[in-house]
T-cell receptor, first 119, second 119 residues
Framework: GAVVSQHPSWVICKSGTSVKIECRSL??????MFWYRQFPKQSLMLMAT?????????EQGVEKDKFLINHASLTLSTLTVTSAHPEDSSFYIC???????????????FGNGTRLTVT | AQKITQTQPGMFVQEKEAVTLDCTYD???????LFWYKQPSSGEMIFLIY??????QNATEGRYSLNFQKARKSANLVISASQLGDSAMYFC????????????????FGPGTSLSVIP
């Protein structure tokens, strides 16, 4: 099945530094990837849609200068949390769909998530 | 506005019994898809089952079945013969957007239901 690899699985950084999270589709090409954020005991909130070769589409209320998304190839999207602050501490999870599976009902395949802690 | 509602924040079920997790949704699209995902405490998102808006039969996948009532806009998940490993968060999700390949179609998630299976 389609596999999405996300790295790192956890990271601790100091306030004011930037952190990059990578999301890779290992055995399929993903023209679109999605980045979600999840606070403890809450649901997944869509942050942005990452489009290969073009600018990401951000959801309302998400700061595009804070959360930089780059989708440089058909298998890699990165999320950079810039000038991180403690309130950015959260679980970030990426996902992608294998469109070449040929079906509209193909599910999103998720990475295992990155737990970010900003001290 | 909340598009997906899961009214049961927490549920308990006896091992080997069946359990129904509720999900109602709101959309003006004629074409949409409904998903259920399981999230264990480790954080990964596991796809369980899919129901398309045009599917006439309820979806089934092993011990999982989806009770789809289109007129009522509900898509309840039924887990038969519960196992201890079923203890997890369960999210109902919906995809809106036009059929076929598109560079942008969102999947949004409900608030989730925490299921605990009692031995």
């Amino acid at each position: 099945g389609a596999v999405v690899s996300q790295h790192p699985s956890w990271v601790i950084c100091k306030s004011g530094t930037s952190v990059k999270i990578e999301c890779r589709s290992l055995d399929f090409q993903a023209t679109t990837m999605f980045w979600y954020r999840q606070f403890p005991k809450q649901s997944l909130m869509l942050m942005a849609t990452s489009n290969e070769g073009s600018k990401a589409t951000y959801e309302q209320g998400v700061e595009k200068d804070k959360f930089l998304i780059n989708h440089a190839s058909l298998t890699l999207s990165t999320l950079t949390v810039t000038s991180a602050h403690p309130e950015d501490s959260s679980f970030y999870i990426c996902s992608a769909r294998d469109w070449d599976s040929g079906s509209y009902n193909s599910p999103l395949h998720f990475g295992n998530g990155t737990r970010l802690t900003v001290t | 506005a909340q598009k997906i509602t899961q009214t049961q924040p927490g549920m308990f079920v006896q091992e080997k019994e069946a359990v129904t997790l509720d999900c109602t949704y709101d959309t003006s699209d004629q074409s949409y898809g409904l998903f259920w995902y399981k999230q264990p405490s480790s954080g990964e998102m596991i796809f369980l089952i899919y129901q398309g808006s045009y599917d006439e039969q309820n979806a089934t996948e092993g011990r999982y079945s989806l009770n789809f009532q289109k007129a009522r806009k509900s898509a309840n998940l039924v887990i038969s013969a519960s196992q201890l490993g079923d203890s997890a968060m369960y999210f109902c999700a919906m995809r809106e957007g036009s059929m076929g390949k598109t560079s942008y179609d969102k999947v949004i998630f409900g608030p989730g239901t925490s299921l605990s299976v009692i031995p």
